[in-house]
C-alpha cells in the first residue's frame, strides 16, 4: 500500500474514530464539531496538489489534483498549516475556531525566481554565515555563537523550505543532550564561539526559542527525530518553575540562579506544548507579579518606573496569548522614533527598546511587524518592512549577501546599559531574520499559541 493509501486510510480511521467518540459523549457532555475547506494555489490561481495540511498539532490532509482539500469534524481552536517539500505558502498559517470555507494558501516554488532581491541577498546572507558544525555567528566574524539567534535561524530555514539547514543546527544540539544540557544544572549554553565551545551561562529565555523552533519543525514537516531533544528541553524548564508559579531565568557561570525574566517566562508558556498545571501556575504568577490590570500590560521590571514596561512584551505578547488585547500595539507606540544611521546617513524610524528613545532597535522593529501581520494591520506591517528595508547593507564576506544590523546608531539597550561595538554597523541574525518573519508572514508563536485556555484563566480579559 502506498505511503499516500496510508495515510488517507489512516485520516479516514482517525475521522471516523473522532466523530463515533463524538456521538458517544454527545449524551453528557455534547461536543461541537466543525468543518474547514479551501484550496492550495499556484501564484496564477491554479490549484497545486499533494500539499499536506497540518491540524491538531500533528493529524493531517493532502489537497487533490486541483488544489481542494477539507478537514472534518474538528474541535476546539486550531492552526491549519500547509507544507510541501520546496515551496512555501501565504499565509504560512491559518487559525480556526468554527466551521470556514473558501480558506486559500497561496504556493511558490522555492526554485523559482520567488523573492525581491532584497528579500533573496537576506536569506542568502543566512545561507552563508551557516558554518561546517551547522552553527551561525551572531554577527559576521563575531566568533559569537548565540543560542537564541540560531533558533531563528533554523526558524527562518523552515519558513523557506530549506529543512536540510535547519537540520544542521538542530544535529548541532541534539548531539550534546548528555554533555551539556542535562548535567549539573542543566540548561544549553547562551552562547559559544565558532567552535561550537560553549561558556557557561544558561539563559532560559533561550533555551525555550530552541524549543520553540522545534515545535515548529515537528509540525511543518511531521518529522520527530529531535522529539528527545524537545523533552529534554522542555524536562529542563519546567524544572526552573518557582513555587509562585515564574520560571527562574536559568544560571549564570557561577551557578547562581538567574531572577525571574518576564519575556523568558512568557517564551517559555509557548514553548511548552498543550496547557497543564505549569501553564495554569506560570499564568498565576504573571497574573499576580507581572502584570499591570489598569493600562493591561505585561511587567518587565516590577518597581522600575522609567523601565517598567519593554517593546518586546507588548509584540510577544500579543502573539503569544490567545485573546490578547489589540491596544497592546498602540501602546507600544511610546517607543517610536527616528533615528539617522550610522552606516548609510539615512533617516529610519522605527521602536526603541524602552521609553528613552535613543536607537531603532531593529530587531524588534520587525518583532512589532509579525505582531502587525497577526492582527490585520496591513499598514503599519507594511510601513515598517520598508524602515527595515532602508537599512539592509551588503555582506563585507559573501557576495550577493546583505543583512540588517542589530541598531541604526549605538546607544542603550533596554535599561541604562551601553551596547556593544558594531552593533549599528554589522549585520545581526536577529534583525535579519525577523525581517525574513515579515516577508514570509510567518509567525513562529503560532504553532504553540492554540492552548485552548479557559475564559477564566485570560487574566488580560478582566
Not at 156 to 170: D, L, P, Q, T, W
Not at 174 to 181: F, M, T, W
Not at 215 to 229: A, D, M, P, R, S
Request: proline content about 2%.
Amino acid at each position: 500500500m502506498s505511503f499516500l493509501k496510508r495515510t488517507s486510510l489512516l485520516l479516514l480511521t482517525t475521522i471516523a474514530f473522532l466523530m463515533l467518540n463524538s456521538c458517544e459523549q454527545s449524551n453528557e457532555y455534547p461536543v461541537q464539531s466543525y468543518n474547514v475547506s479551501g484550496k492550495a494555489v499556484d501564484s496564477e490561481g491554479l490549484g497545486v496538489d499533494s500539499v499536506k495540511l497540518f491540524y491538531s498539532s500533528s493529524d493531517s490532509v493532502y489537497s487533490d489534483k486541483n488544489g481542494n482539500w477539507n478537514i472534518l469534524a474538528l474541535t476546539g481552536a486550531n492552526s491549519i498549516i500547509p507544507y510541501k517539500n520546496n515551496y512555501i505558502f501565504n499565509p504560512t498559517q491559518v487559525s480556526v475556531s468554527s466551521s470556514q470555507a473558501g480558506i486559500i494558501f497561496i504556493a511558490t516554488d522555492t526554485t523559482s525566481d520567488y523573492v525581491l532581491e532584497n528579500e533573496l541577498k537576506v536569506y542568502n546572507w543566512f545561507e552563508n554565515l551557516q558554518l561546517a558544525n551547522g552553527l551561525l555567528e551572531s554577527a559576521e566574524n563575531s566568533n559569537i555563537v548565540s543560542l537564541y539567534d540560531n533558533a531563528l535561524a533554523a526558524l527562518v530555514f523552515i519558513s523557506y523550505g530549506n529543512f536540510e539547514r535547519a537540520e544542521k543546527i538542530f544535529d548541532f544540539f541534539n548531539l550534546r543532550i548528555e554533555s551539556e544540557l542535562t548535567i549539573g544544572n542543566g540548561g544549553f549554553s547562551q552562547f559559544r564561539d565558532r567552535d561550537g565551545i560553549p561558556g557557561n551561562h544558561r539563559w532560559m529565555g533561550d533555551n525555550a526559542w530552541l524549543l520553540i523552533a522545534l515545535n515548529n519543525y515537528k509540525t511543518i514537516t511531521g518529522n520527530t527525530q529531535y522529539i528527545g531533544l524537545a523533552d529534554a528541553i522542555e524536562a529542563w524548564l519546567r524544572s526552573l518553575q518557582d513555587t509562585d508559579g515564574g520560571l527562574w531565568g536559568g544560571y549564570s557561570s557561577d551557578d547562581t540562579q538567574i531572577h525571574k525574566i518576564t519575556e523568558g517566562n512568557i517564551d517559555a508558556f509557548n514553548a511548552i506544548p498543550g496547557y497543564d498545571s505549569f501553564h495554569i501556575n506560570l499564568l498565576n504568577f504573571l497574573e499576580n507579579d507581572r502584570w499591570d490590570a489598569t493600562d493591561k500590560l505585561l511587567i518587565a521590571w516590577p518597581g522600575n518606573v522609567q523601565y517598567k514596561y519593554a517593546l518586546d512584551l507588548h509584540c510577544w505578547g500579543y502573539c503569544i496569548f490567545e485573546d490578547f488585547p489589540e491596544s497592546v500595539l498602540t501602546e507600544a507606540d511610546r517607543y517610536i522614533t527616528t533615528k539617522t544611521a550610522t552606516v548609510l546617513g539615512t533617516p529610519v524610524t522605527g521602536y526603541c527598546f524602552d521609553i528613552d528613545k535613543d536607537v531603532v532597535w531593529l530587531e524588534g522593529t520587525g518583532e512589532m511587524v509579525v505582531a502587525f501581520q497577526k492582527a490585520g494591520l496591513s499598514t503599519e506591517a507594511d510601513y515598517y518592512i520598508v524602515e527595515l528595508e532602508k537599512m539592509i547593507i551588503e555582506s563585507s564576506l559573501f557576495s550577493n549577501s546583505s543583512g540588517i544590523p542589530y541598531t541604526t546608531n549605538n546607544g542603550t539597550h533596554y535599561g541604562s546599559s551601553q551596547l556593544w561595538d558594531g552593533v549599528d554597523t554589522n549585520q545581526a541574525i536577529s534583525s535579519g531574520a525577523w525581517y525574513l518573519f515579515n516577508k514570509r508572514k510567518f509567525n513562529p508563536f503560532e504553532t504553540g499559541r492554540v492552548k485552548n485556555i479557559p475564559e477564566e484563566d485570560k487574566f488580560w480579559r478582566n
